[in-house]
């Protein structure tokens, strides 16, 4: 069972950054698929970015191309979300997400057995 934790969440003015970390204690993430959802109340959980820990593939919605950016530590046992020039519509809570294996090019939350509990973002105007 891999456990995931996110971190760095918190209250930012419009055009500010932030970046979000995602680590699973004690656990490497070796060929893995991990993701970044964020869920704003209301609304449908949806993919920001995701990235494939084997070959550093990345895969971004057209809402945070150019403004976020998915990462991974050399030793691949954090994952981070660069986020950029944020938006007020970027307030939501944060997720992280991992599968074993390539990500689909059409990945979405479905794909992912693995969740973190979630940090929330929240950029004002």
């Known amino acids: 069972q891999v456990q995931l934790m996110e971190s760095g969440g918190g209250s930012v003015q419009a055009g500010g950054s932030l970046r979000l970390s995602c680590a699973g204690p004690g656990y490497t993430f070796i060929r893995y698929c991990v993701g970044w959802f964020r869920q704003a109340p209301g609304k449908e959980r949806e993919g920001v970015g995701a990235?494939?820990?084997?070959?550093?593939?990345?895969y971004y919605a057209d809402s945070v191309k150019g403004r976020f950016t998915v990462s991974q530590n050399n030793a691949k046992n954090t994952l981070y979300l660069q986020m950029n020039s944020l938006k007020p519509e970027d307030t939501a809570m944060y997720y992280c997400?991992?599968?074993?294996?390539?990500?689909?090019?059409?990945?979405?939350?479905?794909?992912?057995?693995?969740w973190g509990q979630g940090t929330q973002v929240t950029v004002s105007s």
């Open positions: 990235i494939y820990t084997g070959y550093g593939t990345t």
């Open positions: 997400a991992a599968h074993w294996g390539v990500c689909r090019t059409t990945w979405g939350p479905t794909d992912f057995g693995y």
